[in-house]
């Protein structure tokens, strides 16, 4: 299947972190993605990760990636209220022709 | 500006309308994409062109009808829509090659209501 399911919604404190989570069913994926949606624009794209790597980090994120139990988080230190967007995992199936699975979106509230 | 523009960015149009959504990318890729965006489901991958070929037609009504004359722009021509067709469709533009990472730019979207 292609099913990448996120949590609809998160709501976190200025400064504190965030964290939002991702599963997916398909193994032969190899890169995932991780792109963000603010409010009237486009996607664009955050960071990624190989699928043979378990973790990078970006400056203020960091990816973690658990290729057995197919979970794919994102975690945003020091969250600011800029951060307010939505943050959709996504990933490439081995036998896709330039195709992208996106999961249906996290909705990160960030509260002053 | 990610160098992906789509114009209009907003159209309201009857069901019995003939319209078209206009894309263009100023970055020198080779594939595009058309998405749909609606509040009930996820980003939805419509069409794939690859130099101006479509290799992808993801089971999408005739109702709507893709145009690439060439690889910097693609076109979605819409007639004889349904109310339920009202979403955001979103363009993107990327590399052709494979085995690199697979970084799609994105358009800003054009909010389409139909009434």
């Known amino acids: 299947g292609e099913d990448v399911e996120q949590s609809l919604f998160l709501s976190v404190r200025e400064g504190d972190s965030s964290v939002i989570n991702c599963t997916y069913t398909d193994s032969s994926s190899t890169y995932l993605y991780w792109y963000k949606q603010e409010p009237g624009a486009g996607l664009q794209l955050l960071t990624y990760i190989f699928s043979n790597m378990d973790m990078k980090q970006d400056q203020r994120l960091t990816v973690l990636l658990n290729k057995k139990d197919k979970h794919l988080s994102l975690r945003i230190a020091d969250t600011q209220t800029g951060d307010s967007a939505i943050y959709f995992c996504?990933?490439?199936?081995?036998?896709?022709?330039?195709?992208?699975?996106f999961g249906s979106g996290t909705r990160l509230l960030v509260r002053p | 500006e990610t160098g992906v523009t789509q114009t209009p960015r907003h159209l309201v149009m009857g069901m019995t309308n003939k319209k078209s959504l206009k894309c263009e990318q100023h970055l020198g890729h080779n594939a595009m994409y058309w998405y749909k965006q609606s509040a009930k489901k996820p980003l939805e991958l419509m069409f794939v062109y690859n130099f101006k070929e479509q290799t992808e037609n993801n089971s999408v009504p005739s109702r709507f009808s893709p145009e690439c004359p060439n690889s910097s722009h693609l076109f979605l021509h819409l007639h004889t829509l349904q109310p339920e067709d009202s979403a955001l469709y979103l363009c993107a533009s990327s590399q052709d090659s494979r085995g690199r990472v697979y970084e799609q730019y994105f358009g800003p979207g054009t909010r389409l209501t139909v009434t």
């Open positions: 996504a990933y490439e199936p081995m036998d896709s022709s330039y195709k992208l699975i």
